[in-house]
């Protein structure tokens, strides 16, 4: 079974310029995260999905990300116009739902220049 | 908010042997998991231990749950070197955000 895919692995952007993120959640998960990592922290949640719903997004800078999950599958995330601040490791997770455990994927290396 | 929060915050030991980590957390949970991550890479989920549990095994992992001190234990028996790599700890809060603390890294010395 594939697992979590998220692209792309790796970003380099200068400031102020927009940025996508993009998730595939492992087949028939319902619930869906989005979580910002920096370097030596654990994972903060940004977002999460039940279906295409967003049920918890009041980590999500709203003046800058957005995110977006059509029908209840893919997800993308969004910074426009990214800042210095915003490098980090853009994580995605699914779970079958909130109370299972939740699979990762690889990330995306988010580097602003 | 934090939740969850491991200790140590580093941990070396040698080839052979057990390395234990802790979690506390601070409101009432239903299910506390635990992670792992290699450096540069994604997190890879261990073990899930819910309210109603005081032990899970799994290969060479065991977890407990104590939910009257609110604090969790994980146990790596047999250290490899391929062990080295950071511990997370994830229990969702009140709003049922599934929040991460900040890990210990281990690192196992050949």
């Known amino acids: 079974e594939a697992g979590v895919v998220q692209s792309p692995r790796y970003k380099i952007i200068e400031k102020k310029q927009p940025v996508a993120f993009w998730c595939n959640p492992i087949s028939g998960h319902n619930t869906l995260y989005w979580y910002r990592q920096n370097l030596g922290q654990g994972p903060e949640l940004l977002i999460r999905?039940?279906?295409?719903?967003?049920?918890?997004d009041s980590q999500l800078p709203k003046d800058r990300f957005s995110a977006e999950r059509l029908k209840g599958v893919d997800s993308t995330l969004k910074i426009q116009p990214a800042e210095l601040g915003d490098s980090a490791v853009y994580l995605c997770?699914?779970?079958?739902?909130?109370?299972?455990?939740?699979?990762f994927g690889q990330g995306t290396r988010l580097t602003v220049v | 908010s934090q939740q969850g929060e491991e200790d140590p915050q580093a941990l070396s030991i040698q080839e052979g042997e057990n390395a234990t980590m802790n979690c506390s957390y601070k409101?009432?949970?239903?299910?506390l998991q635990w992670y792992r991550q290699n450096s540069g890479r994604g997190l890879v989920h261990l073990i899930l231990i819910r309210s109603n549990e005081r032990e899970k095994h799994s290969g060479r992992l065991r977890v407990t749950l104590d939910t009257s001190k609110k604090s969790s234990s994980l146990l790596i028996t047999a250290s490899r070197a391929a062990d080295t790599a950071s511990y997370f700890c994830?229990?969702?809060?009140?709003?049922?955000?599934?929040?991460f603390g900040k890990g210990t890294r281990l690192h196992i010395l050949p």
């Open positions: 994830a229990t969702p809060n009140r709003d049922d955000k599934i929040i």
């Open positions: 999905y039940e279906n295409e719903e967003a049920v918890d």
């Open positions: 409101t009432s949970i239903n299910n």
């Open positions: 997770a699914s779970s079958f739902d909130r109370n299972t455990e939740a699979f």
